[in-house]
């Protein structure tokens, strides 16, 4: 994968988090929610900083996609939190991190499942400390045990 392919999906994935995130706090319906991050987030120069352009395709399936299957990846997530955890008990924007980390490693078979860690680690740290990064880790490889069993 090419260099400027790679900042274009982890900004993406930044991106997914941060939408993912806007979706919850405020119940934006996903048509709106794309739109939005279309017009004015992807690759925008906000606050004098110019983010990195987004890989849209790949950022609409992973927002798309978490959304569509919130279940079935609360499910995991939530089947592997230590006893007295709940998912509600996890703030917003771990649930977001976790839920698209989950999504990508359950349908995105043609990404490795080291990058799909490795970049929702990095994006875990834009928000949080090293303890809360390295449950991220722990938490999206028991995942990837599960969803691809022959490649974790």
């Given amino acids: 994968m090419t260099q400027t392919r ?3 999906r982890s900004a993406a994935r930044l991106a997914a988090v941060q939408a993912l995130y806007q979706q919850e706090m405020e119940g934006t319906l996903l048509p709106r929610l794309l739109k ?5 987030r992807l690759g925008a120069t906000i606050e ?3 983010y990195h352009e987004a890989e849209r395709d790949f950022f609409d399936d992973l927002v798309t996609g978490a959304d569509a299957r919130r279940s079935e990846i609360d499910a995991l997530i939530s089947a592997r939190l230590a006893e007295g955890w709940s998912l509600e008990r996890l703030d917003r924007p771990m649930r977001a991190i976790l839920r698209a980390g989950a999504y990508e490693l359950i349908a995105r078979a043609d990404v490795p499942v080291g990058s799909v860690i490795s970049e929702y680690v990095d994006v875990a740290h834009a928000f949080y400390d090293k303890r809360e990064s390295g449950f991220v880790n722990g938490l ?3 995942i990837a045990k ?3 069993p022959a490649r974790a």
């Fill in 6 to 8: 790679s900042r274009s």
């Fill in 36 to 40: 939005e991050f279309h017009d004015h």
């Fill in 48 to 50: 004098d900083a110019r």
């Fill in 140 to 142: 999206l490889d028991a």
């Fill in 146 to 148: 599960e969803a691809r």
